[in-house]
């Protein structure tokens, strides 16, 4: 049995046709990347699917295998990122911040934060809207990644 996760996925090659699961790598990482620049725009597996000529539910299971998250986990965590950015400068409500990037529910968008990053849109703004002042940037993002379900949560006794 062939083991399936973001670092054990392998594409299977046909006799009839060996390159196809470099065409597919190359199709997921073209729906990967547009989320990344259109996380803001009105994305659905339906839409990812036809411009990679795919269709969505072949699309939603080999992405779910290649990177270990579904395309929609995938695109709340970019827009998930993305506020959390906005929300730490502390000059934009929170409500702003969800249709900024993208969301179309309030509601929705504080249960996803909630979940993501372990508190409320409002409370993450209020505790970390100066938390990266005076960081570059390229480090802020690092630090402030959001970890979907607290995968990498780390114990402070793993720091002494």
């Not at 659905?44 to 992405?63: I, N, P, Y």
């Not at 695109?75 to 409500?95: F, H, K, P, W």
């Not at 249960?111 to 372990?118: A, D, I, K, P, Y």
């Amino acid at each position: 049995m062939e083991e399936r996760g973001a670092c054990h996925y392998r594409l299977m090659a046909s006799p009839a046709n060996p390159s196809k699961p470099l065409r597919d790598l190359a199709r997921l990482r073209r729906v990967r990347d547009r989320i990344d620049r259109e996380y803001a725009q009105p994305l659905d597996v339906e839409a990812l699917a036809q411009t990679v000529h795919m269709s969505a539910g072949h699309l939603s299971r080999q992405f779910k295998a290649a990177y270990g998250e579904s395309v929609y986990s995938y695109l709340m965590t970019r827009r998930i990122e993305r506020a959390m950015a906005l929300l730490r400068r502390g000059d934009i409500s929170v409500t702003d911040a969800c249709f900024t990037v993208g969301c179309s529910s309030l509601g929705t968008f504080s249960t996803r934060f909630s979940e993501l990053v372990g508190m409320s849109p409002t409370a993450y703004r209020r505790e970390r809207a100066k938390a990266t002042e005076g960081m570059p940037s390229c480090v802020a993002r690092v630090v402030t990644r959001p970890v979907r379900n607290q995968e990498a949560a780390v114990d402070k006794t793993d720091l002494d």
